[in-house]
Nanobody, 124 residues
């Protein structure tokens, strides 16, 4: 069982930055691939970024490449999402998720555990 808690969301102007954190409980955190997803009002949840258990491989949706960076600190049971040059279209609830397999880290059903999410609002 893995319990996930996100933090770091907030209101920022376009062009600004935020760093989201996702703290995980459980001694097996380092064996899970971790992902970030977001859901805007009236839209489907979409993949944002993912990182494999050792941090060797990372994945991003095209619209955030070059602006967002996913990283993890297994000693702290935490995964991060650094978001730079934020735009109004990035406004959404951002959730982290844990996957016991790295086979489908860009798809929601590839994940076993989910956090509650944190709101990110970008004003123009």
């Amino acid at each position: 069982q893995v319990h996930l808690v996100e933090s770091g969301g907030g209101l920022v102007q376009a062009g600004g930055s935020l760093r989201l954190s996702c703290a995980a409980s459980g001694r097996t955190f380092s064996t899970y691939a971790m992902g970030w997803f977001r859901q805007a009002p009236g839209k489907e949840r979409e993949f944002v970024a993912a990182i494999t258990w050792g941090g060797v491989n990372t994945y991003y949706r095209d619209s955030v490449k070059g602006r967002f960076t996913v990283s993890r600190d297994n000693a702290k049971n935490t995964v991060y999402l650094q978001m730079n040059n934020l735009q109004p279209e990035d406004t959404a609830i951002y959730s982290c998720a844990a996957a016991s397999s790295s086979r489908a880290v860009t798809i929601t059903w590839g994940y076993d555990y989910w956090g509650q999410g944190t709101q990110v609002t970008v004003s123009s």
